[in-house]
C-alpha cells in the first residue's frame, strides 16, 4: 500500500493565480482531511470530508474549496493564491473505529507552497 | 468542541536523558488520544496511541504515554533520549461528542536533544 500520498511536492506561485492540490489513499477510508500548518501554530483544519461526495468546513476554509469526487481522493483548491496562503498542506485519511470515535489519522508528506 | 494544550512549545534536554512532553485535553466522557512526531521536512506519522484497556501506552522508538482520565492528560515520556529523536510532537483527540468528525490537535512541542 502506497497510503496517503499528495501531488505536487512543492509548487511556487504568484499571487492570484490559482491551482489544486491532489490527495490519494489507497486504505479504503472514509474520512479525508486537509490541514495546513505554520510556524507555532500545529495544525489548523481547512476542510474534511466524511465520505464520497460530502466535505465540510474546518477552522479556515476561506479561500479555499474541496471536492470528494471519488473516495479516494480529497481535491484542494486555491482559485486566487494570496501570500497568507504560503504553508505546509497536509492531507489524511481515517476511520471510524466504533461508538463514533475516529481511529488515528494517517498523513501525506505535504506540499510545500509558496505564494510571491 | 474539544480542546488539547500542550504546555510546552520548546524543550531541550541532553542526549540519554529522560523526557516527558505534556499533553491535556479538554474534559470529554469517551475519548481516543494520540501521540505523532514530525521529523524536519517530513509528513506526521504515529508514535502511540490509547483506544481503552491499560493507561499505559508503549508505543514506537522506546516511547510511552500514560492516560490519566481524572486530570485529562496524556504526557509522553522516555527514559533516555537519543539525538535522532529530534523533533516536533503532536498530541491529538478524537472525541465521541464532536459532531464535527474532527481530530484536535495541541500546537506541537518541539523536542531538541542536545549532544
Known amino acids: 500500500n502506497a497510503g496517503v500520498t499528495q501531488t505536487p511536492k512543492f509548487r511556487v506561485l504568484k499571487t492570484g493565480q490559482s491551482m489544486t492540490l491532489l490527495c490519494a489513499q489507497d486504505?479504503?477510508?472514509?474520512?479525508m482531511y486537509w490541514y495546513r500548518q505554520d510556524p507555532g501554530m500545529g495544525l489548523r483544519l481547512i476542510h474534511y470530508?466524511?465520505?464520497?461526495?460530502?466535505?465540510a468546513k474546518g477552522e479556515v476554509p476561506d479561500g479555499y474549496n474541496v471536492s470528494r469526487l471519488k473516495k479516494q481522493n480529497f481535491l484542494l483548491g486555491l482559485e486566487s493564491a494570496a501570500p497568507s496562503q504560503t504553508s505546509v498542506y497536509f492531507c489524511?485519511?481515517?476511520?471510524?473505529?466504533?461508538?463514533?470515535?475516529?481511529?488515528?489519522?494517517?498523513f501525506g508528506p505535504g506540499t510545500r507552497l509558496t505564494v510571491t | 468542541a474539544q480542546s488539547v494544550t500542550q504546555l510546552d512549545s520548546q524543550v531541550p534536554v541532553f542526549e540519554e536523558a529522560p523526557v516527558e512532553l505534556r499533553c491535556n485535553y479538554s474534559?470529554?466522557?469517551?475519548?481516543?488520544l494520540f501521540w505523532y512526531v514530525q521529523y524536519p521536512n517530513q509528513g506526521l506519522q504515529l508514535l502511540l496511541k490509547?483506544?481503552?484497556?491499560?493507561?499505559l501506552v508503549k508505543g514506537i522508538n522506546g516511547f510511552e504515554a500514560e492516560f490519566n482520565k481524572s486530570q485529562t492528560s496524556f504526557h509522553l515520556r522516555k527514559p533516555s533520549v537519543h539525538i535522532s529523536d529530534t523533533a516536533e510532537y503532536f498530541c491529538?483527540?478524537?472525541?465521541?461528542?464532536?459532531?464535527?468528525?474532527?481530530?484536535?490537535f495541541g500546537t506541537g512541542t518541539s523536542l531538541t536533544v542536545i549532544p
Open positions: 489524511a485519511s481515517s476511520y471510524e473505529f466504533d461508538r463514533g470515535l475516529k481511529h488515528e489519522q494517517y
Open positions: 486504505m479504503n477510508h472514509e474520512y
Open positions: 491529538a483527540v478524537s472525541d465521541s461528542w464532536d459532531t464535527g468528525n474532527q481530530f484536535y
Open positions: 470530508s466524511v465520505g464520497e461526495g460530502t466535505t
Open positions: 490509547y483506544l481503552s484497556g491499560s493507561t
Open positions: 474534559s470529554s466522557v469517551s475519548v481516543y
